[in-house]
């Protein structure tokens, strides 16, 4: 007779799901070294982090830059890796200052658009 795969209850985001159980040895017999007290724990995939609650289901959080690490500068290249760190620092510079909302960018080409989108009035523009 096989024994069934053991398995817990865990949520992951909004889903309940089951995952395989790994056992945890907490307590050896010192005379055999066999475990005494085991615990479960969900098995974890690579760029996982459970978080345990008390009376509660155990909760998987997905750390993205374990999943998709940002790339370093030996693998693209020091001047790609580092203009790629301006932009996304610029990106969200501009995100946390800015006015207008992230989602109203739009090229702005001239001092009629810039005053208008600042409700100013501009002096010697056209409208």
Do not use: K
């Not at 395989?20 to 996982?48: F, I, K, M, N, Y």
């Not at 995100?95 to 658009?113: G, N």
């Amino acid at each position: 007779m096989e024994r069934p795969i053991p398995s817990l209850r865990v949520q992951i985001g909004s889903e309940i799901v089951l995952r395989r159980a790994v056992p945890h040895v907490l307590e050896c017999d010192d005379l055999s070294s066999r475990a005494t007290v085991v615990s479960l724990r969900p098995q974890l995939r690579p760029g996982e982090i459970l978080v345990e609650r008390m009376g509660e289901i155990p909760l998987i959080v997905v750390d993205e830059s374990m999943i998709f690490p940002a790339p370093t500068a030996e693998a693209m290249g020091f001047d790609a890796w580092m203009q790629q760190r301006t932009e996304l620092a610029h990106a969200e510079y501009m995100r946390r200052t800015s006015r207008l909302l992230w989602c109203d960018w739009r090229a702005v080409t001239t001092p009629a658009e810039i005053a208008h989108s600042y409700g100013i009035r501009a002096v010697g523009v056209a409208t």
